[in-house]
């Protein structure tokens, strides 16, 4: 392992972290007693990808649908249409911008 003192590091710093990502590690020394070891990190080369898990798990065929029957009840929507149940209907506490504007939203009737 190399050792350079603290001035011919700042100098050669450039060069010394080019041989220390290569593998080869060295000691900053000042007064020639030794500072820091220097050395490339363990970081992987590439970053992780997507569908790093392809074929290691199972999703159900209707995972789409899941759980959509409570989710009507819940909120009284038809769950896969995300509309209110019959026509004409809104939802309780949904209002048109124009009602929280004071006016009437068209083709509605005044309440």
């Given amino acids: 392992m190399v050792t350079v003192n603290i001035?011919?590091?700042?100098?050669q710093l450039s060069k010394l972290v080019d041989l220390a990502v290569k593998g080869e590690a060295f000691v900053i020394a000042k007064a020639g007693k030794p500072l820091v070891k220097v050395a490339?990190?363990?970081?992987?080369?590439?970053?992780r990808r997507l569908g790093f898990l392809a074929g290691e798990i199972a999703v159900p065929e209707d995972?789409?649908?899941m759980g959509e029957a409570e989710?009507?009840?819940?909120?009284?929507?038809?769950?896969?249409?995300?509309r209110p149940d019959g026509p004409g209907e809104r939802s309780?506490?949904?209002?048109p911008q124009a009602d929280a504007l004071g006016q009437q939203p068209p083709n509605q009737p005044a309440a």
Avoid: Q, S, V
């Fill in 92 to 95: 309780p506490g949904l209002r």
């Fill in 40 to 47: 490339a990190l363990d970081a992987p080369a590439m970053p």
């Fill in 71 to 82: 989710i009507a009840a819940l909120f009284g929507r038809n769950a896969r249409r995300g």
């Fill in 7 to 11: 001035h011919e590091a700042k100098t």
């Fill in 63 to 65: 995972f789409n649908h």
